[in-house]
């Protein structure tokens, strides 16, 4: 089983940056893609940026786009999440989560379905003057 961690939220005021960390551990050895999602209160979880278990492909949400930055260490067996220009609409609790698949591919998606393997516990983002 992979446990994820995350890190890095916080309080920011609007145009301020985070960088988001999410550290893997347990049964690393497999190949997986890693997502970054957030939930508001009062609103659905929704995919915010994935990254393929290559490295190789990456997806953003449109709301995101040109702001956020996803890449990874399979060294270090962590994903980052560098947010730029944040805005108070970005503020939420931001998850990162783990789908095996069976080799090096460029497998990344947005959605919350089919259900990932693994999630971490969550950090609050808290974008606010």
């Known amino acids: 089983q992979l446990q994820l961690v995350e890190s890095g939220g916080g309080l920011v005021q609007p145009g301020g940056s985070l960088r988001l960390s999410c550290a893997a551990s347990?049964?690393?050895?497999?190949?997986?893609?890693i997502g970054w999602f957030r939930q508001a209160p009062g609103k659905e979880r929704e995919g915010v940026s994935c990254?393929?278990?290559?490295?190789?492909?990456?997806d953003l949400a449109d709301s995101v786009k040109g702001r956020f930055t996803i890449s990874r260490d399979n060294a270090k067996n962590t994903v980052y999440l560098q947010m730029d220009s944040l805005k108070p609409e970005d503020t939420a609790v931001y998850y990162c989560?783990?789908?095996?698949?069976?080799?090096?591919?460029?497998?990344?998606?947005?959605?919350?379905?089919?259900?990932?393997?693994?999630w971490g516990q969550g950090t609050q983002v808290t974008v606010s003057s």
């Open positions: 347990g049964f690393t050895s497999g190949y997986y893609a």
């Open positions: 989560a783990a789908y095996r698949v069976p080799y090096f591919s460029t497998y990344c998606r947005l959605s919350i379905s089919p259900s990932w393997d693994s």
């Open positions: 990254i393929s278990s290559s490295g190789t492909r990456t």
